[in-house]
């Protein structure tokens, strides 16, 4: 398992706190009325702190689904008895519902088996079982989940990653208009026509970060430092608008990186932000973006190619320890580097059918 010892280390603390907090949740609003908490939250627990990026771990599978899957294992309860025959058939019946619902949750059917078999405790609840203790720990690890993930970094709930065309026309983005395509992701799926316990827009970023390893093994390791323009043409922050759009003109540039006088990296200000700027904006620093994509000299180059070809930025700014700005790739230099590149490819190739 390529999981980091920190990962690792995380995810059990956060389980603890989560069916800690459940525990302690349930025994405040109900007292000694009801079961505090029930043993298929651990299996929750592990999916929600463990692998948060898996589509079983989202809120809607861990509340809908425990939800639904106990409701459906008392009224298995209810009308058939309590006997393995009846736990197996809730078991079943809840993953059907599950899949109906699209809040396939696995500890799901550890709940309706819970509903049938755990016993009179259990059984006096009835439907009340559903709502707690199912539905208050739930809930309670579910708000753990939130606080604990998020503060780490851990993007909970998970959204893959969006490459949509920016310039909001009906052509694919350019990495789609070569190698494999999201409609060829999508038939093999359909093809295989089973349950992957990972998101089909996850699947792809993978797919595609695998391509562009393996380009950069068969290009070579080309740095931004090869390619970079060294003589950057900088803006201060107190520059005025009308003086930028100037420099703008001057250089022929859709965009430059704005600077302190140490020359660290405030942001960039490109043409679209100076013609979107509101009447008040007098200066660089009211309208420049300062969210700016960078990369660092010793980069291979290969990381550059989805940030420049299949979004809105055409120019990226090389970066030092200090975020001083040494340098700046564009578009034109990066294609510049996979022209080179191909040539140089091509004529190994060349060379190799020569000697053969």
Known sequence: MAVSLSERVLSCVGAVLGLLFSGWLCSEVLGSASPWLIAPMGASAVLLFAVPASPLAQPWSILGGNLISALVGVSCATWLGHDAVVGALAGGLAIAAMFALRCLHPPGGAVALTAVLAGPEVAELGYHFALYPVGLNSLGLLLIALLFNNALRRQYPHRPLEHGNVHNTRDPIPRDRLGFTP?????????????????REDLEEILLQTEARAYQRRFGEVRCADIMSRDVQTLAPDTALVEARASLHEHRLTAMPVVNPQGQLLGMLGLLDVL?????????????RRQVPTCRADWPVTYLLQMLTDSDVHRVPVIDEARRVVGLVSQSDLLAALFRMS????SVATANMADS
């Open 183 to 199: 409609a060829d992701l999508d038939a093999v799926l359909q093809a295989r026509g089973e349950l992957l316990d990972i998101s």
């Open 276 to 288: 979107q700027a509101s009447t008040d904006a007098r200066d660089v620093e009211a309208c420049m």
């Open 343 to 346: 040539l140089q490819g091509s």
